[in-house]
């Protein structure tokens, strides 16, 4: 009860402060905060809350409870995104004034321009589309879009506002985006509207501010600085040089076509619309003041006054637990006296967010309900009364996705968007869910409706995955967000020898590239949004994401295509430390020399793996800590580093070494910086040489560097990074010290003791998340939140550094063919390779590739000496006299190991593509059939070319099949039932078909 007590006082100190550094619109919603608050959500709403404290706070919670997405989580996302800018050193929110953010900005822009190296000119990697499994579907999870507008004048044009990339354009209906935002300091961009009939002229509300373009998107002005989201723009239809503005701290009005404005209300403006055959009548969706409730006021004389509407208004059933969300408004030219409202929130408890439609038939003068009843309580989803706001456990957030439509041809027909699409053709009386969850007919639209818009037939969807068009009221839809490239990364893996990107993004999953799929194609691989995303070195079509409801991390290998199948492996047991806060995750590292030794930061302990993640160790904890990043030495990679987050909210992090692989550990010498989060990173060729760059370190106090593994720091920070937050820091291997860093600004790099902007071509507002080199091609990766990836060239030539690499330091079975690969520091152009094996295998496909494949025949320890060198001539040579032992461990186990159960009707097993062609084909396996196996239960199976091996009859005979064969060719060979039988089939252009059992003479069976 006293917690309770506490929250309360916190929500009352809100209210009556008038010095608030933390604000209402920094969250889509505020609640009322009660006893049932946790205490960090309540931290987060209180007047002048410690950033980090609710970090913490929110972080201690969810160790205890499980996570379940709810009004407060999902403001802690959006409120993070929107504080991030104005966090001090000491983590508390300081949003400056005009004159000094305008300062501030004008500041980093001009460094910025000095920037006249023209490898740091940065080019976009997408997401430029994204497609669902099989490649021949776009689908929209890729941004999230908030607003769109098409023009009257020319429909091929419109222009969107996305969460956090800016505003784009399209001159094809769609078809293709460009940014058209990238010289001004905007993201958020949450109202967007065209001139009636010049489309050359817009007007876009973001970062408290409205911007005007007069020349079609090539260059925006500031025209008002409202310090307040804007929420939507209305022109008057017959004068277009009248614009209302409605915004979370009121209604703005100009009469000069944007050059001045006036404030008409103070209230938070949901919404306006015009009549639409007569300019002078303008709705109004306005909060009342201390009543929990929106309200309706209707002008007649163009906006000149207004009035409150009461009569058939809605009304909350209990005043006292009312709760405003807001509502958007709806008119149709089909039936141009009639009005819309619907109206999100709560009429009273239990009403999960949806209150309901109402309808005017005489131009807002009075109003009427249009379904029997205001909010629940409620049925089934497409089962009247259900709600078309909530999913069936109550979870709502109309308050983060809402939108209204009404048909231009029939207006009874409206569209309500919030987590799903739903339609109605009887008025708002009842409605069937078409799109997203419980859909019946458009399950591709995603499910969190950002706004509708419609014109004549067409319609478009914004979504927080993209955006959605149909020429045919939402007969069939489209997604048509190419080139909007706002993809929001929270996590971010890249290949090596491979060009792989992969990602966890902000409401849109994770996302993968590989190199064969189309410039800035990516492929929806699951996943909701986590800051995830690794990719396996030795095998780069190999990925790792955690999707946090399947208790643990998935494997998943991505086709080869853009048209194939996913396969999904057995998943790793243990999820590292993920968040999307900056600076604060951990991850999945692999040891330089083999694929299958993989180390996790998981809580407060690092973990092991010896064999690609089916078993782990925990090799230490730390007391009261947090693993964030581990970085190991490439030259030796029994050292590593770890960055470990010690104690409160208040404390920083500590650096921890380690050389013998994790066995024992060393606290090195504290930085003179802020610690709090801190980035790292290890020289390829200096173990003992390390960078650190602090998050929130204060000017003069941002970079270090230790060329003695901690124990002491030289201070590598300049005045050049002064008011930037540093993001992540690499060391570019070759070079002369060339260390680039990512702010939430830009990315510098390090040369003659100073740093240098590396940012052209980048948007003036981009906030890094993590830089990758790909040395295969001499790039730099930069992920970002809100702005996609982008690569350039490396800022430095670089010499190669030779490093083999295999999955694992031992190999069972002399026989086994085993993988090579080159995970040099390498430029691929015009490179080469050579490789020795001593003593020399059985077999070795070549000696001169890049990733040889080798029997070693003869049970022992093995050296292996790589040698390459690049295109200047210059080599290096890595050498490893024991980088391998081999075993004689060739015969049958008694007990399987791994192995795939499959224990239901329909269960199979799925490989990709073998992507060739051959006149001999063998499959074997170990079987252990559970009594009698159904007949035609397949071993191996193609349904698409109809081939494989399986059992037919009830008494687990081997069968088999083949194209232009029949289903019922019998091998003879029965398998016993409940034991472990190995199996064998065999096709041969040259003879018939084989099939063997364990020690038994083949049976020809064709």
């Not at 008057?236 to 614009?243: R, S």
């Not at 492996?569 to 040891?591: A, V």
């Not at 030495?633 to 409160?648: A, Q």
């Amino acid at each position: 009860m006293k917690n309770g007590l506490l929250l309360l006082c916190l929500s009352i100190f809100w209210i009556q402060s008038g010095i608030s550094q933390n604000r209402p619109d920094f969250f889509k919603a505020i609640p009322a905060i009660d006893a049932t608050t946790p205490l960090w959500a309540a931290l987060m709403y209180s007047e002048n809350p410690n950033v980090m404290e609710v970090e913490n706070a929110y972080l201690e919670y969810y160790k205890t409870e499980p996570f379940k997405k709810n009004l407060h989580t999902q403001n802690y996302k959006h409120w993070r995104r929107k504080i991030s800018p104005y966090l001090n050193q000491e983590g508390f929110i300081i949003v400056p004034d005009k004159i000094n953010e305008d300062a501030k900005i004008k500041g980093i822009n001009d460094t910025r321009k000095l920037n006249l190296r023209s490898a740091g000119t940065w080019r976009s990697l997408g997401p430029v589309e994204t497609f669902e499994e099989g490649g021949s579907l776009p689908i929209s999870f890729q941004v999230n879009v908030y607003c769109v507008d098409q023009s009257k004048s020319n429909k091929d044009i419109l222009y969107v506002g996305t969460e956090g990339a800016g505003i784009y354009k399209t001159n094809d209906k769609g078809l293709s985006w460009e940014l058209s935002s990238s010289e001004i300091e905007v993201t958020s961009v949450e109202a967007v509207q065209i001139h009636p009939s010049n489309p050359d002229i817009v007007f876009a509300a973001g970062n408290r501010r409205i911007f005007r373009t007069k020349d079609g998107g090539e260059n925006w002005d500031e025209v008002e600085f409202i310090d307040a989201s804007g929420y939507v723009f209305r022109f008057n239809p017959d004068n277009p040089g009248e614009i209302f503005c409605g915004a979370s701290n009121g209604l703005y009005h100009t009469i000069d076509g944007g050059d001045s404005w006036q404030k008409v209300f103070s209230e938070s403006i949901w919404d306006i619309m015009y009549h639409p055959s007569n300019p002078q009548i303008i709705y109004l969706l306005k909060n009342i003041n201390g009543q929990n409730m929106t309200g309706l006021w209707k002008s007649s004389n163009g906006g000149d006054s207004w009035n409150q509407i009461t009569q058939g208004w809605y009304q909350p059933e209990n005043q006292a637990e009312a709760v405003e969300h807001g509502g958007k408004l709806g008119v149709t030219i089909a039936d141009p006296d009639r009005v819309y409202a619907a109206l999100i929130g709560d009429s009273k408890a239990g009403d999960s967010g949806w209150i309901g439609i109402f309808m005017s038939e005489d131009s807002g003068e009075t109003w009427k309900q249009s379904a029997s009843q205001i909010g629940g309580p409620y049925n089934e989803p497409n089962i009247t009364p259900w709600n078309v706001a909530a999913y069936s456990d109550g979870y709502h957030q109309g308050y983060y996705n809402f939108g209204l439509g009404v048909s231009s041809i029939n207006p009874n027909k409206i569209w309500v968007g919030t987590i799903r699409l739903s339609e109605s053709v009887d008025a708002g009386k009842t409605f069937t869910a078409i799109g997203a969850a419980n859909s019946i007919k458009h399950n591709k639209i995603h499910a969190d409706i950002q706004a509708i818009l419609v014109q004549d037939s067409e319609i478009w969807i914004a979504s927080d995955g993209g955006l959605d068009y149909s020429n045919n009221e939402l007969g069939s839809h489209q997604s048509r967000k190419y080139g909007i490239t706002g993809a929001d990364f929270w996590g971010f893996g890249s290949g090596w020898n491979e060009d792989v990107l992969v990602g966890g993004k902000y409401h849109n999953g994770n996302g993968v590239y590989y190199q064969t799929y189309g410039q800035g194609n990516f492929l929806h691989i699951g996943g909701v949004e986590e800051a995830t995303g690794y990719v396996n070195p030795l095998d780069n079509r190999l990925v790792y994401t955690n999707h946090y409801w399947a208790g643990g991390t998935r494997v998943q290998r991505v086709p080869d295509l853009l048209s194939g199948l996913i396969v999904d492996l057995p998943q790793l047991k243990l999820i590292p430390n993920e968040t999307y806060i900056e600076s604060s995750s951990s991850g999945i590292y692999f040891d330089p020399r083999y694929s299958r030794h993989l180390y996790v930061g998981v809580e407060d302990g690092v973990w092991k793996s010896y064999n690609g993640g089916v078993s782990f160790e925990k090799l230490v904890t730390f007391d009261e800590g947090t693993v964030h990043e581990i970085a190991i030495s490439r030259s030796n990679p029994d050292v590593l580093y770890c960055v470990v987050h010690t104690g409160g909210f208040w404390d920083g992090c500590s650096i921890y070494r380690t050389e013998d692989s994790g066995k024992t550990w060393l606290k090195v010498s504290n930085l003179a910086a802020d610690r709090w989060r801190l980035e790292i990173d290890v020289h390829p060729e200096n173990p003992m040489e390390i960078w650190v760059a602090s998050s929130r370190g204060s000017n003069g106090a941002k970079v270090y560097q230790s060329l003695n593994g901690g124990l002491s720091w030289q201070n590598r920070t300049t005045s050049i990074l002064n008011d930037q937050r540093m993001k992540d820091l690499i060391i570019q291997g070759g070079t002369e010290n060339t260390i680039y860093l990512a702010t939430d600004r830009g990315v510098f790099y390090f040369e003659n003791n100073q740093w240098q902007p590396y940012a052209v071509n980048l948007p003036y507002a981009l906030n890094s998340l993590s830089l990758k080199p790909f040395y295969r091609d001499n790039k730099l990766r930069l992920a970002t939140y809100g702005r996609g990836i982008f690569e350039t060239e490396l800022a430095a030539d670089f010499n190669p550094i030779a490093q083999a690499m295999t999955f694992s330091d031992s190999v069972l079975c002399s026989r086994d063919t085993i993988p090579f690969d080159c995970y040099s520091i390498l430029n691929h152009e015009d490179a080469e390779w050579n490789w020795e094996f001593s003593p020399q295998p059985t077999y070795v496909s070549s000696t001169s590739s890049r990733n040889p494949k080798v029997v070693f025949g003869t049970p022992g320890t093995y050296s292996v000496i790589l040698t390459v060198k690049d295109k200047q001539g210059r080599t290096s040579t890595y050498s490893n006299p024991e980088m391998i032992k081999v075993a004689n461990q060739c015969s049958a186990e008694g007990i399987a190991g791994t192995s795939i159960e499959l224990s239901g009707d329909g269960d199979y097993f799925q490989t990709s593509s073998l992507n060739t062609r051959t006149n001999r084909f063998t499959v074997t396996a170990w079987v252990y059939p559970d009594g009698f196996q159904p007949e035609y239960s397949g071993i191996f199976m193609n349904d698409d070319e109809s081939a494989g091996f399986n059992f037919i009859g009830n008494n687990n005979t081997l069968g088999y099949h083949w194209p232009n064969g029949a289903w019922w060719w019998d091998s003879g060979l029965q398998v016993p039932a409940n034991q472990w039988s190995y199996v064998l089939h065999t096709i041969n252009s040259m003879n018939p078909a084989a099939a063997y059992l364990t020690e038994r003479i083949p049976i020809m069976v064709s």
